[in-house]
């Protein structure tokens, strides 16, 4: 079981940013698609980006062209650039990983592992 850890969270203003980070215990990266998750209050968990082991990027569509999703293997460490942050992107966010990701009628991607604690991000003036 790998573990991920997720810090970078905060309270911000709308229109600013926030970079995000997924710390993970063991060298994964080059193995499996990451990806970051979130959850809003009262909503279920979606999928917000993904990067595959040959640093593929997709996003979902509310954040396409706002958000960067990164990683840096030899740190093992993946990050989401937050950009034009909006209240709607108030959640909270976690990475995982995965094998494969379904971009259709809905974009997901069954995570592998447990989900760690989080990092709470809330827009708001």
């Known amino acids: 079981q790998v573990q991920l ?23 994964i990266f080059n193995n499996y698609i990451m990806a970051w998750y979130r959850q809003a209050p009262g909503k279920q968990r979606e999928l917000v980006a993904h990067i595959t082991s040959g640093s593929t990027t997709d996003y979902a569509d509310s954040v396409k062209g706002r958000f960067t999703i990164s990683k840096d293997s030899a740190k093992n460490t993946m990050y989401l650039q937050m950009n034009s942050l909006k209240p709607e992107d108030t959640a909270v966010y976690y990475c995982n990983a995965g094998t494969s990701v379904y971009k259709g009628s809905t974009y997901r991607m069954n995570p592998l592992w447990s989900w760690g604690q989080g990092t709470q991000v809330t827009v708001s003036s």
Request: charge should be neutral; hydrophobic fraction near 30%.
């Open 5 to 27: 850890v997720e810090s970078g969270g905060g309270l911000v203003q709308p229109g600013g940013s926030l970079r995000l980070s997924c710390a993970a215990s063991g060298s």
